[in-house]
T-cell receptor, first 113, second 115 residues
Framework: ETGVTQSPTHLIKTRGQQVTLRCSSQ?????VSWYQQALGQGPQFIFQ???????GRGNFPPRFSGLQFPNYSSELNVNALELDDSALYLCASSLVGDRETQYFGPGTRLLVL | GESVGLHLPTLSVQEGDNSIINCAYS??????FIWYKQESGKGPQFIID?????DKRQGQRVTVLLNKTVKHLSLQIAATQPGDSAVYFCAESWYSGGGADGLTFGKGTHLIIQP
């Protein structure tokens, strides 16, 4: 176990709705990265948070947003859900930044109907 | 597009044999590489990493080899066990100077252990 936890484990939403996913970092880690993993694919980088600010972003639209809190936990928010947003959402925590080992949580499985 | 790819989507090996999973990358600026194991319904689990100033790194039953000349990465698993059945991903990272770029993952290789 990595010590990274995510909630909820599963979620069903309908198109157009908004969703918030949560992540608690491994103890001592100050950086959180979020990834989207479609079925049968590798994870794709959404963004990273460090010191409560977005520190880098992948090729995802602005309706994907996030927060990091003083205790280093994080949220991923997705507005105006689309069917293609159905995926496993993973958070990974690391010390300092993306060029250090990232440890993943179990993920949240989102289904958009 | 993806800059990391795997040569085989599925690899089947006999229990007790050694497994070799290959990965090609195209970004010569990549300087950090990680292998992850992902079991069904779980998040990726860190196996081993290597930085570009190294050619080889060994862990417990696993070895990662990096050939920067041909941009090739491999994961060797010794004495493969049933618990090694999973999808294996290689991932790369590089510094672009504009903040975090995250890890770039390939599509994965499904390792199947035959009894």
């Amino acid at each position: 176990e990595t010590g990274v936890t995510q909630s909820p484990t599963h979620l069903i939403k309908t198109r157009g709705q908004q969703v918030t996913l949560r992540c608690s970092s491994q103890s001592g880690h100050n950086t959180v990265s979020w990834y989207q993993q479609a079925l049968g694919q590798g994870p794709q980088f959404i963004f990273q948070y460090y010191r409560e600010e977005e520190n880098g972003r992948g090729n995802f639209p602005p309706r994907f947003s996030g927060l990091q809190f003083p205790n280093y936990s994080s949220e991923l928010n997705v507005n105006a859900l689309e069917l293609d947003d159905s995926a496993l959402y993973l958070c990974a925590s690391s010390l300092v930044g993306d060029r250090e080992t990232q440890y993943f949580g179990p993920g949240t499985r989102l289904l958009v109907l | 597009g993806e800059s990391v790819g795997l040569h085989l989507p599925t690899l089947s090996v006999q229990e007790g044999d050694n497994s070799i999973i290959n990965c090609a990358y195209s970004n010569s600026a990549s300087d950090y590489f990680i292998w992850y194991k992902q079991e069904s319904g779980k998040g990726p689990q860190f196996i081993i990493d290597i930085r570009s100033n190294m050619d080889k790194r060994q862990g417990q039953r696993v070895t990662v080899l990096l050939n920067k000349t041909v941009k090739h990465l491999s994961l060797q698993i010794a004495a493969t066990q049933p618990g090694d059945s999973a999808v294996y991903f290689c991932a790369e990272s590089w510094y672009s100077g504009g903040g975090a770029d995250g890890l770039t993952f390939g599509k994965g290789t499904h390792l199947i252990i035959q009894p």
